[in-house]
């Protein structure tokens, strides 16, 4: 097959030009059929962590059976679920996890700033791990968590898309961007197409007021991951993931293509969150740059 033809579940082809990934004259229109599962078996990553606990009901709607993994207890499988612990770093892990597997929700890895060796263990060699077994497994579709972190260094107020370089705000947001660029190389190399979502601040409520800007509803991630599940050409694109919410620093129009249209927003929560936080100092790192508390951590020194 040449290289400029995606191959999609329904064996029809659409050609495409390499140079224009994300596919930016596209048109397509994406049917998020949030009941109708576009996908037999799913595995999610992290499945025992904040996002995996609230995506396992959710995912449920977008595929037949979700296959859950964690390096701790994800507890007994309910109905339709399989249960399968693995250590990101352990390749022989990875490669089972994915065994029969038809698109990857990737949600495991440390989640925040901190010393590198753990950071290198679950998000470096963790991602090249799950590349690697997706590419023998001939899995073809992921959807990687990345972090507003890849581009933390970038001032609140300024607009950013996916064009612009990455800045990343710490070893965590760096360790999310070799995800980024592992995923591009497996797409060029692979046909093996990658979401990455820059999450902003996915909680059940935005903590504080950069999270305002930042926030993503549980609702409004699902709702993105049910678009790049879904939507008939992905390619690899990097789509930053944040509720409607009235402040935003992130440019969408990269990622047009996948059809997402966020429904919630942060805006309910402003009044409550400026009536609790007191005013911010202006002239703190932290408090002008996208990446928040994360620009000010460290540094961690060598690994043991
Ligand atoms: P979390 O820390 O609650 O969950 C991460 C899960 O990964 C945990 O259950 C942990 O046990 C598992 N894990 C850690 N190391 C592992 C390893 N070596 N092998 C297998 N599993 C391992 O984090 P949360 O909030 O659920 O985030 C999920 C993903 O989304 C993470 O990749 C995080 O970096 C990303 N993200 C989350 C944001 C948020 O606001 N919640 C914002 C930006 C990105
Ligand atoms: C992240 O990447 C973290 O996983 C999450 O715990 C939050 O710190 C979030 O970014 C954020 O920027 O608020």
Redesign the pocket.
Known sequence: MPAHHIRLKNKSQIPVSPSLFPPQDFNLTTKTHMNTPTHHRILL????????KALRTRLKSNCSVLRL????DCGPAQESEEVML????DSKAVFAALKDVDAVV???????EGPFG?IL??NLL?AYNLYEAARMHGVKRIIF?????VTGFYSQGETINANHPPRPDGL?GVS?AFGEDLSRFYFDRYSIETACI??????PEPKDRRMLATW?SYDDLHRLITACLSTPVLGHSIIF?ASNNSVSWWDNSCAKHIGFHPKDSSDVFKEDIFARTTSPNLEDPVVQKQGGAYVAMGPHGFID
């Open positions: 990553t992290g499945a025992a962590g904040g996002l995996g993994s964690d390096i701790v693995a250590d990101l770093a990737h949600m495991g890895g440390i989640s925040v753990p263990q679950a963790g968590a990345s972090s507003n972190h965590y999310k820059r999450i902003g601040s996915s909680f993503l993931g």
